[in-house]
Nanobody, 123 residues
């Protein structure tokens, strides 16, 4: 599976962005998918995950209520709708795929990674 993230950009605090992740491969619909982010000088951290059928989701406390993860298996796409953005959300955002069926917050449980898309939130 190859993953391509897009949709990042510069936005003012309080604004919104929608990240997209395009996946190649016929087995995409069997993978759980996640979003992670890495801010300058910090470790990469979990943001959100969605199960292979989209029934279950999992969010980091810092984004719960502001971000929404979704997927369209027919289009091999995963999305991250980000509302109420804050300067502390500034980071490179990565989409990732896991052969596990359920959601996971753990990086090592993800087998495939996209190249990342930059999100910058100005105050």
């Amino acid at each position: 599976v190859q993953l391509q993230a897009s949709g990042g950009g510069l936005v003012q605090a309080g604004g919104s962005l929608r990240l997209s992740c395009a996946a190649s491969g016929r087995t995409f619909s069997t993978y759980a998918m996640g979003w992670f982010r890495q801010a300058p000088g910090k470790e990469r951290e979990f943001v959100a995950a969605i199960s292979w059928r989209g029934v279950s989701t999992n969010y980091a406390d810092s984004v719960k209520g502001r971000f929404t993860i979704s997927r369209e298996n027919a289009k091999n796409m995963v999305y991250l709708q980000m509302n109420g953005l804050k300067p502390e959300d500034t980071a490179v955002y990565y989409c990732a795929g896991s052969r596990l069926i359920s959601t996971s917050r753990l990086e090592y449980e993800y087998d495939y990674w996209g190249q990342g898309t930059q999100v910058t939130v100005s105050s």
